[in-house]
């Protein structure tokens, strides 16, 4: 019989963008969503949030760490300042992805900056396979984010 599929997406959102693309992943690829969550209150939270990160504070909480039991692990968020924001750093850091395969994902509404470059290299250094790495515009919408994730082709098993 062949094995089900069993897949996550890990993702942080603070404005739903990341929801959204969270959404459409765990449909297309059958993957459980996992939504990062970070601390603080409302108009300090992003404050609260970027001052953790520069300090390497905990920013998020990782319900389970452990996700030997997933085959694809999808991981994203937005970018902050030309980075990953540091909740997306952070749960790369507390993860265990050794030896998995990793798709990652990006937001932006026009600078991706070095992000693209700082998130696969976390990943790589924690042992993970990064199968992919997409980017996507704040602005682009559901049709265009299935065309983008049909066109690069990865194999999800
Ligand atoms: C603090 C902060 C910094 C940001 N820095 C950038 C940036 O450097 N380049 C860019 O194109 N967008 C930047 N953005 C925009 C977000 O990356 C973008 O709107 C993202 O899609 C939001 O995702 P979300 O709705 O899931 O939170 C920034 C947003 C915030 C709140």
């Given at each position: 019989m062949p094995k089900k599929k069993n897949n996550i997406v890990l993702y942080f959102s603070m404005f739903g963008k990341n929801e959204k693309i969270a959404d459409i992943i765990s449909m297309e690829f059958n993957a459980l969503k996992m939504r990062i969550a970070a601390s603080g209150w409302g108009f300090l939270k992003i404050p609260l949030h970027m001052i953790k990160g520069v300090l390497e504070r905990d920013v998020v909480m990782i319900?389970?760490?452990?996700?030997?039991?997933?085959n694809t692990i999808f991981i994203g968020g937005p970018v902050w300042a030309g980075k990953p924001c540091p909740a997306l750093m952070d749960t790369i850091k507390k993860v265990?992805?050794?030896?998995k395969n990793v798709v990652l994902f990006l937001t932006a509404t026009g600078d991706f900056g070095n992000a693209e470059n700082i998130m696969r290299d976390a990943v790589r250094k924690k042992?993970?396979?990064?199968k992919a790495l997409f980017k996507f515009f704040t602005s682009e919408n559901e049709k265009e984010i299935k065309k983008k994730l049909k066109e690069i082709g990865i194999e999800i098993y």
């Open positions: 319900p389970n760490k452990n996700l030997k039991d997933y265990r992805i050794k030896d042992g993970a396979k990064v």
